[in-house]
């Protein structure tokens, strides 16, 4: 399996990004398998914004999460409050998408950070994934990116 991980540095008018080849289909021609492979870019906020989404969210009251409040309610509305955790590095093919459990807490780690998650990172990902009755890693990332936008 190819473990392929591009980390571009921040340039003067560009930011961090983080690229990532990920095979996304398999087919047979002519008695060739194909493997077809996409780029997944993973593009840093961070510039756009006057600080990170983590201290953002951090800043926002109870009530001046109005979406959020409408759509959910009481632990999960509380779970989400805080910026999700995602296991960026470990999805290197969408096949990773139907495991059935989050992985371990060492598949969180970021070499755009260079950092591992904390453990109280990934107690929170373990209680949304719980909360939010999560049966794949699939069902996950669509919690996260829904979140996100």
């Known amino acids: 399996m190819e473990r392929r991980l591009i ?3 921040k340039q003067k008018k560009t930011t961090y990004r983080l690229l990532k080849k990920v095979i996304v ?3 047979v ?3 060739t398998e194909i493997i077809v492979k996409r780029n997944l870019r993973f593009i840093d906020s961070f510039k756009f914004m006057a600080s990170s989404l983590d201290a953002l969210s951090k800043n926002l009251s109870e009530d001046q999460h109005k979406n959020l409040g409408h759509m959910y309610f009481g632990r999960q509305f509380n ?3 805080k910026k999700g955790i995602f296991p960026y590095e470990f999805i290197n093919s969408v096949d990773r998408l139907n495991e059935t459990k989050l992985p371990p807490k060492c598949a969180f780690y970021s070499k755009l950070n260079d950092a591992d998650i904390s453990d109280e990172d ?3 990902a373990q209680e949304t994934w719980k909360e939010f009755g999560c049966k794949t890693l699939r069902d996950y990332l669509d919690l996260y990116n829904n979140l996100m936008f």
Do not use: N, Q
């Open 122 to 124: 990934c107690e929170h």
């Open 7 to 9: 980390v571009y540095p």
């Open 79 to 81: 779970l989400l409050r």
């Open 25 to 27: 289909d398999k087919f």
């Open 29 to 31: 021609k002519d008695e």
